[in-house]
């Protein structure tokens, strides 16, 4: 059964479209809330009325859609889909896909939702057989997307071979599989959340997230490329672990976990203070931020102007003051764990941190690295601590942010009450 899966069926043009009149009535049978969207060619061969009477939802034909809230209902219906089937998928279709092309509605939710998208690809024998087509189906499916079928036989050209569209009770077999497929990782998903309940009930913790902003006049600042999803991601997971958590976060544009006391700041100096602010109250101190070092040692009241014939500018920088360090010196001072944002040496200079700031852990990363850590939504670190005098380190597998964040919850909860007995 696909009791409640939310499928955006896409059917682009091409004969195989009256197939998916009786592949929309299978899914509907089966319990699927289905919205379908067509291209204009997928019009030419069959009424979007058709669909409508068939799924009970309006049909989605136009990228800007005016009646849409804020005329963007292809960002709502991205958010919406379980899973997205293009069936039939023509074979424009798919070299618009490969090529990342956002030209009508079909091909932009498919960039921009997070849904599983599975093709039915549907063509002429010749035009499947194509190294174009060929070389776009690997790549395709290199990005992720799952192709169904095609099948062979006779078609409606005349022609006999493979480039078929699988019949619509072959599609929903195969439909209904990757949605169990889903919902598997959705359960241990949930499993692994689970495993946080309890860790750190009745504990405060603290962290800091995101760049800092250091004002060089009311237009412009220092700052650098964190994003704070590594932040954010460990106030969630701290979350889940039963925590009261306080979150401190420079200027970032993601939403904070609900149920999180959210701090916004802007400056180091601002960290440091709302950090001092709850020090008393706080069992484990996190230090995600990435800290802008230095700061202008005055900002200006007014833009600053490029003068006529100046072609050198200098800035005065003076030192940011030290956040995790002086909160791991504090005379209140909680469990504390440092971040060690590096581009070489990563594991020796997180682990003279570590022992130069009196920090209880420290998790480094490199962010030389494009494939994870700043502006990213994967991730991969090594935590240090000390431990009878020696230095201990574990390395987690590369992993996305949201569930890298659960494993260092668990591996800080284990230490901080062992520290604790």
Not at 96 to 103: E, F, K, P, Q, Y
Not at 285 to 313: E, T
């Amino acid at each position: 059964m696909l009791a409640k899966v939310r499928i955006l069926l896409g059917i682009s043009g091409g004969i195989a479209a009256y197939k998916s009149a009786e592949l929309t009535r299978l899914l509907i049978k089966a319990g699927a809330e289905v919205r379908v969207v067509m291209t204009e060619g997928a019009q030419a061969f069959i009424t979007p009325l058709t669909f409508q009477a068939l799924s009970g939802n309006p049909v989605h034909t136009h990228l800007l859609d005016p009646e849409a809230e804020a005329g963007m209902g292809h960002i709502e219906l991205a958010k919406w889909a379980d899973l997205i089937v293009i069936a039939p998928a023509s074979a424009d279709v798919m070299a618009r896909l490969t090529a990342g092309m956002a030209d009508d509605l079909l091909t932009t939710l498919c960039l921009a939702t997070e849904a599983k998208v599975l093709l039915a690809p549907a063509m002429n024998q010749a035009m499947w057989r194509h190294p174009a087509t060929q070389r776009n189906a690997q790549q395709l499916e290199a990005y992720g997307y799952q192709l169904l079928g095609p099948d062979q036989g006779e078609q409606a050209c005349g022609d006999v071979g493979p480039g078929r569209m699988l019949e619509p009770e072959a599609l929903a077999a195969l439909i209904h599989q990757a949605a169990e497929e889903k919902n598997g990782l959705a359960n241990i998903a949930d499993q692994q959340v689970a495993s946080l309940r309890g860790l750190l009930a009745g504990k405060t913790v603290t962290i800091t997230a995101g760049p800092t902003r250091e004002a060089v006049d009311p237009v412009r600042y220092i700052s650098n490329h964190s994003s704070g999803k590594m932040g954010f991601a460990l106030a969630e997971a701290a979350l889940n672990a039963g925590a009261k958590v306080n979150l401190i976060a420079g200027p970032v544009q993601i939403k904070a976990p609900e149920g999180v006391d959210l701090i916004p700041v802007q400056s180091a100096r601002e960290m440091l203070d709302a950090s001092l602010s709850v020090i008393a109250s706080t069992d484990i101190f996190i230090a995600a931020a990435a800290v802008a070092d230095y700061r202008p040692a005055s900002a200006a009241d007014q833009k600053m102007k490029k003068q006529p014939g100046q072609n050198d500018l200098v800035l005065h920088l003076v030192q940011n003051p030290d956040i995790v360090a002086t909160v791991a010196k504090h005379e209140e001072r909680p469990f504390t764990v440092g971040f060690a944002a590096e581009t070489q040496d990563v594991e020796a200079y997180a682990a003279d941190k570590l022992v130069r700031k009196n920090l209880d852990m420290i998790i480094a990363n490199d962010v030389s690295r494009t494939d994870i850590g700043f502006n990213s939504d994967q991730n991969a670190v090594t935590l240090l601590w000390q431990e009878d005098g020696a230095l201990v380190s574990e390395s987690p597998e590369q992993a996305a942010k949201q569930d890298l964040a659960q494993d260092l919850v668990r591996c800080i909860a284990s230490r901080f009450h062992q520290e604790k007995h």
